[in-house]
């Protein structure tokens, strides 16, 4: 292979296939990599980038969304035109899914797959009849042990 002189760039081209799982991954690029060639900085050899198969950014953060968690409830979906409207909530859900729980006793159920020090709970109450927003609570577990109650409101 050619020399690249100091300061310049080449374009490599990688030949072969690999299978593209969803989620994020980090590639990597490294030159040199048993430091056969003396070079002034032997800090620069590596490249790399993460990337995300599949829907949505790359983020520090582990996502779970309730229509791929374990459930009882009802799932909602967004209709073949994805029909938007205050009573068509799954086209307002990120993946345009989402799990209504109407009464006590139904759930959603997250394994979480890496330790985790907080919880964002996205959620939508219907407002009340009359106006003026309705006030609920939904119960936090962890590892079967009630955590505590999460207050839920739709009032501004």
């Known amino acids: 292979a050619p020399a690249i002189a100091a300061g310049a760039t080449a374009n490599v081209t990688i030949g072969g296939s690999w299978t593209a799982a969803s989620g994020g991954a980090t590639l990597t690029a490294t030159a040199d990599a048993t430091n056969l060639v003396a070079e002034t900085s032997e800090t620069n ?17 582990t996502e779970l969304e309730a229509e791929k968690a374990d459930y009882e409830g009802t799932l909602l ?23 209504r729980l ?23 109450i219907p407002d009340a009849p009359g106006g003026g927003g309705r006030e609920a609570t939904i119960s936090l577990y962890a590892d079967g042990e009630f955590v505590r109650k999460l207050d839920l409101s739709s009032k501004q």
């Open 45 to 61: 050899n590596t490249f790399a980038r993460s990337i995300v198969v599949g829907r949505g950014a790359a983020v520090p953060y």
């Open 77 to 99: 979906r967004s209709d073949a035109e994805r029909t938007f409207g205050h009573t068509n909530f799954a086209t307002e859900s990120s993946g345009r899914e989402s799990v």
């Open 102 to 124: 109407n009464s006590t006793g139904e759930y959603v159920e997250f394994t979480s797959t890496a330790p985790a020090n907080s919880i964002v709970v996205r959620n939508s």
